[in-house]
Each structure stands twice: as structure tokens, then as C-alpha cells.
């Protein structure tokens, strides 16, 4: 079923629902729920760690979406994956005729899962094929990218979703919420650590032509938290960049911190690094306090706040993600974290990298 005929179909189903409810009668519990049997097919780009150990294993607990593609540059992994998940020899693909995926209706959503310096390059040719894109953060190596991304989806009448997976989690949707609603009055200060020890020599990570170093890896959970807890757009910034390791992080960035002024005169104090983990979350309000430690696990969050703990559901992020966006593209709803979010980020992030090489000076965004 084409997305256009599912979007129609779940319409349909919806205003009959709603004519049934009007006139008193509800549906027999025998009815099985057309929503959650209908699914779009999802095409994984790249087989890294986070596709095979995440996205893979998610998509088996997915109710609106499923594997139905890959495309991978190692036979032997296309191999694999074929008979793991019993994935047709048709619905696989590499990376030299990746473009023929445009004539296979199997596959509604490509999932770009690549290196961050190929994020524009997949996303817009996804686009072009005519489908649906869901692109891993952070979304590209600059905002000039993104933009090419943004007008390469909207020319293609595609959704163009990004992989902020902590958007989609309970804890972290009560954070914003509070920030929103202004449960504790307006925000203050924001800080926020996110980082891990990555000692690998042959990372991409480590390369600068590929968009690697921590900024660009663990730096945007830091930028995200201040935005959403903030709900706010910084209007300047200034940023930092250390190496304790230059053997490994000499064309990247080991260890970056950075601090953004934002319209309310609220603050952030952001941290990320390569070197060591860190993963808290600190909001500090005009009459309250918000911590999560962790807030960018793949699970466990863990939320305390001025009134009490913020003890929320458990779910698979990657999952639930995918989900929502598969649903959204067949209401013909906007997806939660759109490409224009983003953006926002990428804008920031020029101007951290701008900050570092003048040497820590403010930038006005």
C-alpha cells in the first residue's frame, strides 16, 4: 500500500470512528486496530553499531514500522543481515546502486545512519528517490547543508525527520514541559555534561573531513537540553576547545565547552567530550530546580526535581521514535523533530567551531 492510500485509509477509518461516536455506537472489540497493522518499511544506510545493535533490535518491537531494506558497502554484512532478519535479496542495496531504490515500494522511510560528512549527501538523494527520511543527528556538518536537506525534502514532498531520540522520551518530554508551562517560573541557568572516553585510533570520529570530534558527537545532547529545557533560541555564544590527547585528536576536538546567552537573560554552561563520561542535566528556575542524571542514556533516565522525583515510563527510545515518525508520515502530520530543528542546532554549532578558532570570543547569532 502506497503512503498516500494508508494516509487516505487511516482518515477514513478516523472519520467513521468519529460518525459512530456521534451517534452513540462503539466498536466492536473484535475490530482489529488498522493503525498499528499498518506499517511503513524502513531502510537502514550504514551497519554500524548504533543501526545493528539499536535500530535493528527496536524495529522488532515497532507497531507502525518495520525493517524492510539495507544498504551496506560489505557483502558479507548484507549476508547476515538477510538471513538475521529475513530481509529480501530485492530490498538490499549498496552504496553504488543505492538510487535505484526509488522504483521499490517496499521501502517508505530511509534511515541515513552514515558517518555525519555523508548525512546531506543520502538525505537528499533519499529525497530525490521519493521517500521519507529520517536523518541520525547531529544532521550535518553545517548548517549550509542542512538548508540543501530542508529544500531537498520539501521540493520532494517528503518528511524529513532528525534522530533527537531524547525528544521522544517521558522524562525528558516532562523537562520541557515544565519549562514550557513554567511550573517553577522561568528558566535561569541551564548546564549540561555529555561525553564518553573514545580511545579508538580508526574512528571516523577522529577525522575532520568527516565531521568527527565531540562537539559534533556528544556536544548536541548539551545544545538540545539548554533548547528544550529553555525552549528558547540562544542570541549568543562563546566556546572552548581542549586536547589532552593530540596523538589521537589532532584534527578534532577532544574536550569542548561552551556557554550561550539566551532572550529571557537565561544562561547555559554546556560541557562535552571524548575524554571522560559525563551525563547530567541541570535546570535551575526562578522558583525550582529540574536534575536528570543520566539524560542521554539509551535507558534508565533518572529525574529529580524541586517538588519530587520524576518517575516516568521506561521506553525503547529508538523505537518509540521510529514509531511516531512512521505514524506521523502516514497521518500526514509534522513529524516531532523536523529538519528545521535541526538546523537550530547546525547554526549553533558554526558558531561554537567560529568561537574556538578566535580564540573564545563571543559571537552574536
Not at 572516553?197 to 565531521?211: I, Q, V, Y
Not at 525552549?231 to 590527547?245: H, I, K, L
Not at 571524548?274 to 535551575?284: C, E, I, Q, S
Amino acid at each position: 500500500m502506497s503512503t498516500r492510500n494508508r494516509r487516505t485509509f487511516i482518515k477514513s477509518l478516523a472519520i467513521a470512528g468519529a460518525g459512530a461516536s456521534a451517534l452513540g455506537f462503539t466498536a466492536p472489540s473484535w475490530v482489529p486496530d488498522r493503525r498499528t497493522a499498518d506499517k511503513l518499511g524502513i531502510a537502514l544506510v550504514g551497519l554500524g553499531y548504533y543501526s545493528s545493535q539499536l535500530l535493528a533490535p527496536a524495529l522488532q518491537e515497532t507497531s507502525h514500522s518495520y525493517l524492510a531494506g539495507i544498504v551496506t558497502g560489505t557483502p558479507e554484512k548484507a549476508e547476515n543481515w538477510k538471513a538475521k532478519y529475513n530481509i529480501p535479496a530485492k530490498n538490499v542495496y549498496n552504496y553504488e546502486n543505492f538510487d535505484e531504490i526509488a522504483a521499490n515500494p517496499d521501502i517508505d522511510i530511509i534511515y541515513v545512519v552514515l558517518p555525519n560528512s555523508m548525512h546531506a549527501e543520502y538525505t537528499i538523494r533519499s529525497a530525490k528517490a521519493g521517500k521519507h527520511v529520517i536523518c541520525e543527528k547531529p544532521m550535518a556538518s553545517n548548517a549550509e547543508e542542512c538548508r540543501a536537506m530542508i529544500a531537498a525534502c520539501n521540493e520532494a514532498g517528503v518528511q524529513l525527520s532528525i534522530g533527537y531520540r531524547m525528544q521522544y522520551e517521558p522524562t525528558t518530554q516532562e523537562l520541557i514541559r515544565i519549562g514550557a508551562e513554567r511550573d517553577f517560573g522561568g528558566v535561569r541557568m541551564v548546564t549540561a555534561a555529555a561525553g564518553y572516553r573514545e580511545g579508538r585510533p580508526d574512528t571516523w570520529k577522529l577525522k575532520k573531513a568527516m565531521a568527527g570530534g565531540a562537539m559534533m558527537d556528544m556536544g548536541v545532547y548539551s545544545l538540545q537540553a539548554a533548547r528544550y529545557a529553555t525552549g528558547e533560541e540562544p542570541v549568543s555564544v562563546s566556546a572552548q576547545s581542549f586536547t589532552s590527547r593530540p596523538e589521537l585528536y589532532s584534527e578534532v576536538d577532544e574536550t569542548t565547552t561552551f556557554q550561550l546567552t539566551f532572550p529571557s537573560g537565561a544562561i547555559a554552561n554546556l560541557q562535552t567530550s571524548h575524554r571522560m563520561g559525563m551525563n547530567t542535566l541541570d535546570v535551575r528556575y526562578q522558583n525550582g530546580w529540574a536534575r536528570l542524571e543520566p539524560f542521554q542514556a539509551y535507558r534508565g533516565i533518572q529525574g529529580v526535581s524541586s517538588r519530587g522525583s520524576l518517575d516516568y515510563p521506561v521506553v525503547n527510545q529508538q523505537a518509540t521514535q521510529m514509531d511516531e515518525d512512521a505514524l506521523s508520515i502516514m497521518e500526514g502530520t509534522a513529524v516531532r523533530v523536523p529538519g528545521e530543528e535541526g538546523l537550530k542546532d547546525m547554526i549553533v554549532v558554526d558558531a561554537i567551531y567560529a568561537s574556538v578558532a578566535q580564540g573564545g570570543s563571543t559571537i552574536t547569532l
